[in-house]
C-alpha cells in the first residue's frame, strides 16, 4: 500500500513567485493534515481537511497560503506570494476516519510524507 | 493549551548502551502521545503511541515508551542503541477534541560506535 506522497520534494523558488505543493494522501484516509517545520524549530500545524471540507485551519499563517481538496481525495498548498520566511519542510499527513467508544476517540495514527522541502531566495 | 517539551536538543550515547530521550507534556483531557523519528533528508516515520491501558507501550525498531500520568511524561527508551538509530526524534500530544498534533522542538540522538 502507498503511503503518503508529496510533490515536489523539493523546490527553490524567488521571493514573490508562486508556488504550488501536491499532497496524495493514504487511499481511503478521509483526514488530511498540512504542518510545517521551518527553521529548525518545531512541527507546527497549519490546517486538517476531512473529505473535502476544512475542518480546522487555525494553523494558516495568513491569506498568502490557500488550501484546497478537491473531491475529497489529494490536496494542495498554494503560496502566493512567497517570502523568505516561508523557507522549511511542509509534511502532508492523512489518517483514517476516527471511530468513538465509549465517549472517546480512537486515537488513529497520523500518517506522514516524505515532506516538499522549500527554499525561498 | 497543549504542549509538549523536549528538554534536551541533543543525546549523546554509545552503540549497545540503553538510551532514553525525554518528553512532557500539558493537555486538557486524556492524553494521546506519539513519538515519531525523523532520518536525516526524510519524512516522519512513526514509532509508537500511547491511547489507553498498558503505561509501557512498544512500538517500532526495538523502541518503547512509558506513560506516566502523575509526571506528565512520556519519555522514549531502548535498551540496547544502534548506531542507525541516530536520528531526530519528536513526541507530539493531541486530546479527544482535536485530531491535530502539537509537536515538540524534538530531540537529536547521536549513536556513536
Known amino acids: 500500500e502507498a503511503g503518503v506522497t508529496q510533490f515536489p520534494s523539493h523546490s527553490v523558488i524567488e521571493k514573490g513567485q508562486t508556488v504550488t505543493l501536491r499532497c496524495d494522501p493514504i487511499?481511503?484516509?478521509?483526514?488530511l493534515y498540512w504542518y510545517r517545520r521551518v527553521m529548525g524549530k518545531e512541527i507546527k500545524f497549519l490546517l486538517h481537511?476531512?473529505?473535502?471540507?476544512?475542518?480546522?485551519e487555525s494553523g494558516m499563517p495568513n491569506n498568502r497560503f490557500l488550501a484546497e481538496r478537491t473531491g475529497g481525495t489529494y490536496s494542495t498548498l498554494k503560496v502566493q506570494p512567497a517570502e523568505l520566511e516561508d523557507s522549511g519542510v511542509y509534511f502532508c499527513?492523512?489518517?483514517?476516519?476516527?471511530?468513538?467508544?465509549?465517549?472517546?476517540?480512537?486515537?488513529?495514527?497520523?500518517?506522514f510524507g516524505e515532506g516538499s522541502w522549500l527554499t525561498v531566495v | 493549551a497543549q504542549s509538549v517539551a523536549q528538554p534536551e536538543d541533543q543525546v549523546n550515547v554509545a552503540e549497545g548502551n540503553p538510551l532514553t530521550v525525554k518528553c512532557t507534556y500539558s493537555v486538557s483531557g486524556n492524553p494521546y502521545l506519539f513519538w515519531y523519528v525523523q532520518y536525516p533528508n526524510r519524512g516522519l516515520q512513526f514509532l509508537l503511541k500511547y491511547i489507553t491501558g498498558d503505561n509501557l507501550v512498544k512500538g517500532s525498531y526495538g523502541f518503547e515508551a512509558e506513560f506516566n500520568k502523575s509526571q506528565t511524561s512520556f519519555h522514549l527508551k531502548k535498551p540496547s542503541a544502534l548506531v542507525s538509530d541516530s536520528a531526530l526524534y519528536f513526541c507530539?500530544?493531541?486530546?479527544?477534541?482535536?485530531?491535530?498534533?502539537?509537536f515538540g522542538t524534538g530531540t537529536r540522538l547521536l549513536v556513536s560506535p
Open positions: 481537511f476531512v473529505k473535502e471540507s476544512k475542518q480546522d
Open positions: 487511499s481511503g484516509h478521509d483526514n
Open positions: 499527513a492523512s489518517s483514517p476516519q476516527e471511530v468513538w467508544s465509549f465517549g472517546l476517540p480512537s486515537g488513529n495514527t497520523i500518517y
Open positions: 507530539a500530544v493531541r486530546n479527544t477534541g482535536f485530531q491535530k498534533l502539537v
